[in-house]
């Protein structure tokens, strides 16, 4: 299992911890008892699910042009047209993607093209599925323009465990589609804002693969 280097400190933060908590144990209870043996794999437990949590799946990526892929792992919790308020100011087709904690977190770019926007948006914690979420809580929007002039709106938006959004897109930077776009630290969404026009090909409660599954196809 290849671990993402953004979850790095996390993970020797936490065997740190076990360390010192199994050295503790051992110190006050020298006797090895069924105590010890709950205990030992709680925290085996709790380590391997941090390290799941961080993982980088093992993905045979295949850009597709015009197509829309998922930037994210989940299930599709929203599919509605939205009065997308931010930079657009015009309706568009939202799409919405719900990562839980056993999802990898890697957000990934849905389409080739050039970074026009991004704004960081400081703000609550509700939980991800919340329909508030979008607006309410902290978020990073990216806009991409792709080579047919289509745009769209990404939204990573922070849960209410998630405490941090990394976003790797930088204006004027040029983004392949399937590399990565960034990483939200535990659980969280991503939303999409599409075009009127465009061809939506998911379903409400379908689960995705970023970077894999066609959630809509960009008309030319």
């Known amino acids: 299992m290849k671990l993402h280097s953004e979850g790095r400190q996390f993970v020797n933060i936490s ?8 050295l503790l144990i051992n110190l006050f209870f020298p006797i090895q008892t069924c105590f010890h043996f709950i205990i030992y794999i709680i925290i085996a437990f709790s380590l391997f699910m941090i390290i799941y949590f961080f993982r980088i799946p093992r993905r045979n990526f295949i850009q597709k042009e015009n197509a829309l892929l998922s930037s994210a792992d989940g299930k599709v919790v929203v599919i509605e047209k939205v009065y997308e308020k931010e930079f657009f100011k015009n309706e568009r087709i939202q799409i919405s993607v719900f990562m ?3 999802n990898a977190h890697i957000n990934w770019v849905p389409c ?4 026009i926007y991004k704004k960081y948006h400081p703000g609550k914690y509700f939980i991800a599925s ?8 902290e978020h990073m929007s990216v806009v991409i323009r792709d080579k047919q002039n289509n745009e769209l709106l990404i939204r990573q938006i922070a849960g209410s465990v ?8 930088e204006e004027g ?3 392949e589609q399937c590399s990565e776009l960034g990483f939200i630290k535990f659980g969280s969404r991503v939303d999409i804002f599409l075009p009127l026009n465009a061809d939506v090909k998911v379903n409400l409660g379908q689960k995705v693969k970023g970077g894999i599954d066609v959630i809509a196809i960009l008309n030319k």
């Open 15 to 22: 065997c740190m911890l076990a360390a010192i908590i199994i």
């Open 100 to 102: 839980s904690l056993a």
């Open 112 to 115: 080739t093209g050039t970074i």
């Open 130 to 137: 919340h329909p508030k979420s979008s607006e309410l809580n």
């Open 162 to 169: 998630a405490k941090r959004i990394v976003c790797y897109a």
């Open 173 to 175: 930077k040029i983004m």
